[in-house]
Nanobody, 120 residues
Framework: QVQLVESGGGLVQPGGSLRLSCAAS????????MKWYRQAPGKRRELIAA???????GYADSVKGRFTISRENAKNTTYLQMNSLKPEDTAVYYC??????????????WGQGIQVTVSS
């Protein structure tokens, strides 16, 4: 089985920064695209950043220029550096990964989510 665990969330003032981490563990053979989603209260979950296993990235317009996704394949860890945070970035942030297990099964996995609150 595979687990994704997010860390690094919390409360930050507007204009501040946070770095989220997503550590994958378990019976991993290889990881492919890794993504960050977020869901604000009363809103749908939205894709905000993605990175392929060779480092190509993409961002939602709402975070482009402020957030940076990266990964360390050797550690099976994906990061989301969030700068110039705004109150509207307040949400639960979820890590998602397309991962092949040691049994060769390919599936999407989700972390449990982590709260980010931007407030003065």
């Amino acid at each position: 089985q595979v687990q994704l665990v997010e860390s690094g969330g919390g409360l930050v003032q507007p204009g501040g920064s946070l770095r989220l981490s997503c550590a994958a563990s378990g019976s991993i053979f290889s990881t492919y695209a890794m993504k960050w989603y977020r869901q604000a209260p009363g809103k749908r979950r939205e894709l905000i950043a993605a990175i392929t296993n060779d480092g190509n990235t993409g961002y939602a317009d709402s975070v482009k220029g402020r957030f940076t996704i990266s990964r360390e394949n050797a550690k099976n860890t994906t990061y989301l550096q969030m700068n110039s945070l705004k109150p509207e970035d307040t949400a639960v942030y979820y890590c998602n990964g397309r991962i092949r297990t040691t049994t060769m099964r390919l599936d999407d996995y989700w972390g449990q989510g982590i709260q980010v609150t931007v407030s003065s």
